[in-house]
């Protein structure tokens, strides 16, 4: 485990280098998300083209810029191949030379934050630690974890909100001096109760805490406009998804949750989060097909937000 020496002296080598301009690049991504309504792209619209070897992180920039016209993007950490320092300067390089920002870093796989045991909780906000620094070494506005851990039935838990509040405090304190906001995403059981995701806002009670409002990710039987309702006015970042066109589902309406957050009063990022929907038995895709689809469900997605949010014509 880093002392803390150790982790300031890490921090402070990252936050050295293109100070000024990550800086620079940091302010103006909370700025334009506190001032303006735009479109990001979450990088998990791509994760199956990406694990089938189509593309590595360094070639998302000219993706963006070249096949999908957005100019902003929001990291998952299983797509960084070797984040040491040279590679994140070139990183961003080859973001800041693409006239993308970068805006989220969602963090996954690193340990229960809510767990039963305060030796793994300890771990977990540890694990964290490089991935904050490296989301303000990238200019990001939000570093996006999650609230995992505790009894199976995480209903009964009554003190799964006191654990993981504890370690969100952690990944705060050493965040101190920073920007970054820390936020949870409803992502599956207790942490897509929308309920639950109100008290723990409550419960953690800080300016740079607050919530990733996943439009789809809520439980099994939950009325998802409801949902998004109750837990939009803590939202620092938004994750769009649902269902359009031949596949509409009623229960799942992309443009009915676009315009839900929006009348709730949702400004910032949109950030396209959907994958292609096909038949759970249809044949694998081609790495070169998979993308082309992606392609395509991104494009589509981002047509709803322009129209609905941004007010432009088709």
């Not at 304190?173 to 639950?196: C, F, Q, T």
């Not at 994750?239 to 929006?262: H, I």
Request: charged letters at 25%; glycine letters at 8%.
């Amino acid at each position: 485990m880093a002392t803390r020496v150790e982790q300031l002296s890490r921090r402070s080598m990252l936050a050295a280098g293109p100070a000024a301009a990550i800086g620079a690049s940091a302010a103006g991504a909370m700025q334009a998300a506190a001032t303006k309504q735009a479109v990001s792209l979450a990088a998990w619209c791509f994760s199956r083209s990406f694990f089938q070897g189509k593309w590595k992180l360094l070639e998302m920039p000219g993706i963006l810029r070249d096949k999908l016209g957005i100019a902003a993007f929001e990291h998952v950490n299983q797509f960084f191949e070797n984040p040491t320092l040279n590679y994140l300067q070139r990183l961003n390089k080859a973001f800041q030379d693409a006239g993308v920002q970068q805006t989220i870093l969602m963090v996954d796989n690193e340990g229960s934050t809510a767990s039963l045991d305060a030796a793994e909780r300890k771990q977990a906000a540890v694990a964290h630690r490089k991935w904050i620094d490296i989301a303000q070494y990238l200019g990001c506005h939000s570093v996006r974890c999650n609230v995992y851990g505790g009894m199976e039935d995480w209903k009964q838990d009554h003190d799964l909100l006191k654990r993981g509040a504890e370690t969100l405090h952690d990944m705060l304190r050493y965040s101190d001096g920073s920007k970054l906001n820390i936020i949870v995403e409803n992502h599956g059981r207790a942490s897509s109760d929308p309920d639950l995701l109100v008290r723990l806002v409550k419960e953690v009670n800080h300016p740079r805490f607050g919530l990733l409002c996943d439009l789809g990710n809520w439980n099994a039987g939950d009325d998802r406009y409801l949902a998004v309702k109750k837990t939009l006015p803590y939202a620092k970042g938004l994750s769009v998804k649902g269902t359009w066109g031949a596949d509409l589902d009623p229960a799942f309406d992309a443009e009915k949750l676009v315009r839900t957050a929006l009348e709730g009063g949702y400004k910032g990022w949109w950030g396209l989060e959907v994958t292609p929907r096909r038949e759970r038995n249809a044949p694998s895709l081609s790495a070169d097909d998979q993308f082309a689809l992606e392609v395509k469900t991104v494009l589509e997605a981002k047509s709803i937000v322009d129209r609905v949010v941004l007010g432009k014509s088709a």
